[in-house]
Antibody, heavy 118, light 110 residues
C-alpha cells in the first residue's frame, strides 16, 4: 500500500530555512509526480508545489515562488521541499501527496508541522 | 480568497442527502479534473472523488461527484454522523500553472 512519511518540520525563526523530506513506499516512485500541500492552523488547504516524475518543470504557488524549491531523489524514493526566507505566514502542517494523472493530489502523508516564530 | 468557491457550511439530518458545490472558471474546473477530499478532525485529507466523478476503491457509493461547465458538485447520501468533516474541492489551474483548492465546507450531521 502507498505510504508517505514526511519529516523535517520544526520551529524556525523568520528569515530562516528548513528542508522537508517525504519518504515514499508502496508504489513506483520514479514514475509518479509529487505535490506539497500545506494547511495553516485552523485554515483550509493551500497547494504549494508540484514536481513531475521527470523532475523538470516544477510548479509553485505564487506565495512561495522564489523562496521554496522542490526536488526529488528517485534512488531514495524521496521528495524534498527546501524552504528559505521563511515567514510567520508559512506556519502550517505540510503534507506531501502522490499525484494522480491530471495534477490531482491522491495519496497523502500524515503531515509535518512547521512553525515560523521568533 | 480561494480560487474555487465553496459554501462555508452545510448541514442535514442523518439518513438525508447533501450536496456541496464548487465553483471555478474555464481555466481550472472548466478544463481540468476535479478531486474532492474529506478531512476528519486532526487527520490528513483523504480523496473521495478523483477525475471529477470516480471513487477510489474503498470509498462507498454514498459519495458521488459530478462536473458541469465551470462547477463541480459532491453528493453524499445516507448521511451518517461519521461523515461530519471538512470537505475540499481541488483542481489544476492552467492559467496559473498551479494547483487550487476551495476554501472548504464544514458538514454538520444534525
Amino acid at each position: 500500500q502507498v505510504q508517505l512519511v514526511e519529516s523535517g518540520g520544526g520551529v524556525v525563526q523568520p528569515g530562516g530555512s528548513l528542508r522537508l523530506s517525504c519518504a515514499a513506499s508502496g508504489f513506483t516512485f520514479s514514475i509518479s509526480g509529487m505535490h506539497w500541500v500545506r494547511q495553516a492552523p485552523g485554515k483550509g488547504l493551500e497547494w504549494v508545489a508540484f514536481i513531475p516524475y521527470g523532475g523538470d518543470n516544477e510548479y509553485f504557488a505564487e506565495s512561495v515562488k522564489g523562496r521554496f524549491t522542490i526536488s526529488r531523489d528517485n534512488s531514495k524514493n524521496t521528495v524534498y521541499l527546501q524552504m528559505n526566507s521563511l515567514r510567520p505566514e508559512d506556519t502550517a502542517v505540510y503534507y506531501c501527496a502522490k499525484d494522480k494523472a491530471g495534477y490531482q493530489p491522491y495519496n497523502w502523508g500524515q503531515g509535518t508541522l512547521v512553525t515560523v516564530s521568533s | 480568497q480561494s480560487v474555487l468557491t465553496q459554501p462555508p457550511s452545510v448541514s442535514a439530518a442523518p439518513g438525508q442527502k447533501v450536496t456541496i458545490s464548487c465553483s471555478g472558471s474555464s481555466s481550472n474546473i472548466g478544463n481540468n479534473y476535479v478531486s474532492w477530499y474529506q478531512q476528519l478532525p486532526g487527520t490528513a485529507p483523504k480523496v473521495l472523488i478523483y477525475d471529477s466523478n470516480k471513487r477510489p476503491s474503498g470509498i462507498p457509493d454514498r459519495f458521488s461527484g459530478s462536473k458541469s461547465g465551470t462547477s463541480a458538485t459532491l453528493g453524499i447520501t445516507g448521511l451518517q454522523t461519521g461523515d461530519e468533516a471538512d470537505y475540499y474541492c481541488g483542481t489544476w489551474d492552467s492559467s496559473l500553472s498551479a494547483g487550487v483548492f476551495g476554501g472548504g465546507t464544514k458538514l454538520t450531521v444534525l
